[in-house]
């Protein structure tokens, strides 16, 4: 559990840098992390890639949170 928010915090931050240039804040970076976690299981699992160990899940978080940040962009600024 500890370590699915710890992971959940890095990709949530590594996804705000990468499309805005800094976090959101802690608790919006978690949830970003986590949602993105969700995002990206379903993603990969899609295109068939099996995810192992922590990198490989801390990619793929992030790479979730960073599908999640630019729907979010693109529904805010149209």
């Given at each position: 559990?500890?370590?699915?928010?710890?992971?959940?915090?890095?990709?949530?931050?590594?996804?705000?840098?990468?499309?805005?240039?800094?976090g959101y804040g802690?608790?919006?970076d978690i949830l970003l992390g986590l949602i993105g976690a969700v995002?990206?299981?379903w993603i990969f699992g899609a295109l068939g890639i099996v995810v192992v160990g922590g990198i490989g899940y801390l990619?793929?978080?992030?790479?979730?949170?960073?599908?999640?940040v630019?729907?979010?962009?693109?529904l805010r600024h149209g």
């Open positions: 559990m500890i370590s699915t928010i710890i992971i959940g915090l890095i990709a949530g931050w590594l996804a705000g840098l990468l499309m805005r240039g800094s802690i608790i919006v995002i990206g299981s990619a793929m978080a992030t790479i979730g949170a960073i599908v999640l630019g729907i979010t962009h693109l």
